[in-house]
């Protein structure tokens, strides 16, 4: 089976195609989807440091040299986090599933599984792209007044939107990795739903506990 076979099986027939992902893992093939998800991200962070201007009220106009830096650090940020969360959710999963008697190996069956679950996400880029570009150019003012000024932005429609879409996508990332844990690992379904679930819980905590501080629920 090709890497599109497999990219397409992932997409129309989770079950059986991670069954012969977890059976011949190829690490190449899911470095190359976080790859590109991360590429995505990168570029939806260099168009948001362009839509969004931050101004500190007391601090003098910030040097072009501070904001190119931010920039950077921003774009190279996003690039590195798929990658870091990529090897975080494999540690976690390859944990769990072996301390309920799990038979899988980290490497390279559990991280190529994890690498295709997040095939989703590689949508999820152009989505949050997509947002980046419809946005008009913003300016937020930041005082002693006014500190959470950012969040203006973060309670907009179209943000809200992304996030919702953004956690429909996780959900489908987490239905990819049920299957890949529950073959890997051969261990339960009910176990392989747990496990799979916790990324998917966690981001669900997290924009709740995001909602709240902004005060929208």
Do not use: D
């Amino acid at each position: 089976m090709s890497f599109i076979e497999r990219i397409k099986g992932t997409i129309t027939n989770p079950n059986n195609t991670m069954k012969i992902i977890a059976q011949e893992p190829m690490i190449e093939e899911a470095v190359m989807i976080v790859g590109i998800y991360a590429a995505l991200i990168s570029i939806a962070a260099y168009l948001q440091s362009y839509k969004i201007t931050l101004v500190f009220e007391g601090v003098p106009n910030m040097p072009s040299s501070m904001q190119s830096i931010m920039t950077i650090s921003s774009i190279v940020f996003a690039l590195i986090t798929p990658f870091l969360t990529w090897f975080i959710i494999a540690g976690v999963v390859y944990l769990l599933s072996m301390a309920i008697g799990g038979e899988g190996r980290f490497y390279p069956q559990v991280i190529t599984i994890t690498g295709y679950s997040m095939l989703p996400m590689i949508l999820a880029g152009f989505v949050s792209i997509g947002v980046f570009l419809m946005m008009e150019p913003q300016t937020v003012n930041f005082s002693p007044a006014n500190p959470g000024a950012l969040n203006e932005i973060y309670i907009s429609p179209i943000y809200l939107t992304f996030e919702f879409v953004g956690i429909i996508l996780q959900a489908w990332c987490t239905l990819i990795l049920f299957y890949g844990i529950r073959t890997a690992h051969n261990i339960s379904s009910n176990a392989s739903a747990i496990i799979a679930s916790i990324p998917i819980a966690f981001s669900l905590m997290s924009m709740a506990f995001a909602l709240r501080e902004f005060r929208i629920i």
